[in-house]
Each structure stands twice: as C-alpha cells, then as structure tokens.
C-alpha cells in the first residue's frame, strides 16, 4: 500500500480538495482507496458520512481521526482494504502527525504560490525533515502549487519556484488551477465526476453559449485533476524504485 500524505500549517491550501480529487482518481481508474482524515475540521469524513445517509456512492473509504498512539497501527491495517492511503493531515505539528509521517511514500505540500504560502510550506517541509531524522529514514516530499491562475503563472508563482528549486525542494510540473467545479465538491457533496450530468441538467433551457462556457469549466476541472493524479503517481513508483 502506497501512503500519501497532504501537510500545510495553513488552512486554505487547497490541501484537502487536493487530496479528495487524488482519491477519485485513482478510484476512476480501478486502484482501491482510502482516505484517513486528520484534518481537525473532517471535511472529507463529513461529505462521505453525508453521502452514505443519502444512500449515494462513495468510491473510497473514510476512516475518522483515531487516538494518536493508534495512528501506526490503523495505517498499517489499512494494507489490507487498500493500494492507496490518502491522509489530509492537520495543521499543527502534533504527534499524530508525525505518526503518520513515518508511514508516508509521498508528501504533499499544497499552497498558492504567494510568497506567505512558501514560508508555511517550507515550515511543512522542516517537520517532513526532522520526522525522517527521527526515524532514520527518507520521507519523499513535493511541493504542489493550488488555487493558481488557470490561464497563467502569476510573477509571485514563478518567482517561488524558482526559490524553491534554487533550495533543491522538490516541486510538482502540474498545477490544480483555481475552479468553479471544484468548491462544489464539498459545497454540494458532488464528486467531480457527477458534475457533467449535474450541469448538464442545470443548463436546460439556457443559452448555448452559456452551457458550453459551464460545460467547458467542468471538462477543464476533470482534465487538470486527471493531470495532477497521473504526476502524482507517476512521482510516487519513481521514488519507490529510486
């Protein structure tokens, strides 16, 4: 089982969208799922409890925040139900977090590109470190830029990469663009893959343009995500052979 982990001080990163677009993604394309929700805030653990008393699909399993001294032990269980663990951790550098750390193949480091957001990542990127010191062993990190311009890279994205690459941090080629579809996803309890048919319905009775121009937002929602999963995965088995 690959572990996948999400980490940013800050709240607003994106940190949970992106790791609920990785989760159904991977589901999409036939790997089992499931998501381990840290985050204080249960987002993720909420949409899918929503879901279930609906009576509507949920194409992964959600597991709550357990005791701290049980992280290790929950993680490991998970091999058997699961080829991918995700876990949107929180915030704070407690003790279930670097649990969970220890456990993780791939971290990922969500923010916007602004140089407030590097300085919080770099913070995620020292407790990523330390937790490698302390179990003497490498933990893989990437950075991921979130919430960007769909259109174009912004001066402050550019310039924080290059930072960033002058200080050897590792960051991800693909970008999760800021978009309509996505705050949908918890706004509504949507996966983004239901919005087609979803919008589909709301255009009835509306212009062309105007159902093309939502159309085409949600088809540019599903292409960037479908992106930003195969680079996260393709990272990942490169890092485990390496």
Same mark, same amino acid.
């Given at each position: +089982? *690959?572990?996948?982990?999400?980490?940013?001080?800050?709240?607003?990163?994106?940190?949970?969208?992106?790791?609920?677009?990785?989760?159904? &993604?991977?589901?999409?394309?036939?790997?089992?799922?499931?998501?381990?929700?840290?985050?204080?805030?249960?987002?993720?653990?909420?949409?899918?409890?929503?879901? @279930?008393?609906?009576?509507?699909?949920?194409?992964?399993?959600?597991?709550?925040?357990?005791?701290? =001294?049980?992280?290790?032990?929950?993680?490991?269980?998970?091999?058997?139900?699961?080829?991918?663990?995700?876990?949107?951790?929180?915030?704070?550098?407690?003790?279930?977090?670097?649990?969970?750390?220890?456990?993780t193949d791939l971290c990922i480091i969500p923010l916007d590109?602004?140089?407030?957001?590097?300085?919080?990542?770099? &913070?995620?990127?020292?407790?990523? &470190?330390?937790?490698?010191? +302390?179990?003497?062993?490498?933990?893989?990190?990437?950075?991921?830029? !979130?919430?960007?311009?769909?259109?174009?890279? !912004?001066? /402050? =994205?550019? /310039?924080?990469?290059?930072?960033?690459?002058?200080?050897?941090?590792?960051?991800?080629?693909?970008?999760?663009?800021?978009?309509?579809? *996505?705050?949908?996803?918890?706004?509504?309890?949507?996966?983004?893959? @239901?919005?087609? /048919?979803?919008?589909?319905?709301?255009?009835?009775?509306?212009?062309?343009?105007?159902?093309?121009?939502?159309?085409?937002?949600?088809?540019?929602?599903?292409?960037?995500?479908?992106? *930003?999963?195969?680079?996260?995965?393709?990272?990942?088995?490169?890092?485990?052979?390496?």
């Amino acid at each position: +089982m *690959y572990v996948i982990t999400f980490a940013n001080p800050k709240g607003g990163s994106g940190k949970t969208t992106s790791a609920m677009l990785l989760a159904e &993604q991977i589901a999409i394309s036939g790997g089992r799922v499931a998501i381990l929700d840290l985050d204080p805030n249960a987002n993720i653990l909420a949409w899918a409890q929503t879901r @279930e008393a609906e009576g509507r699909d949920v194409p992964f399993t959600v597991h709550a925040r357990p005791q701290a =001294e049980e992280t290790v032990e929950l993680i490991d269980s998970l091999s058997d139900e699961a080829d991918y663990l995700i876990i949107d951790l929180e915030g704070s550098k407690d003790q279930i977090v670097t649990f969970a750390l220890s456990r993780t193949d791939l971290c990922i480091i969500p923010l916007d590109g602004s140089p407030m957001e590097a300085r919080q990542a770099a &913070q995620a990127v020292r407790l990523v &470190q330390t937790t490698a010191n +302390m179990i003497r062993a490498q933990i893989n990190y990437a950075l991921l830029f !979130t919430r960007t311009n769909a259109a174009f890279q !912004t001066t /402050d =994205e550019r /310039d924080v990469r290059q930072e960033m690459e002058l200080n050897n941090i590792p960051t991800l080629p693909v970008r999760i663009a800021k978009r309509a579809p *996505y705050t949908r996803i918890f706004r509504d309890g949507v996966l983004l893959s @239901e919005l087609p /048919d979803i919008v589909t319905q709301e255009m009835q009775g509306k212009t062309a343009s105007v159902s093309d121009k939502a159309m085409k937002q949600v088809t540019g929602a599903i292409e960037n995500a479908r992106d *930003y999963a195969q680079t996260v995965i393709a990272t990942l088995t490169k890092e485990q052979v390496t």
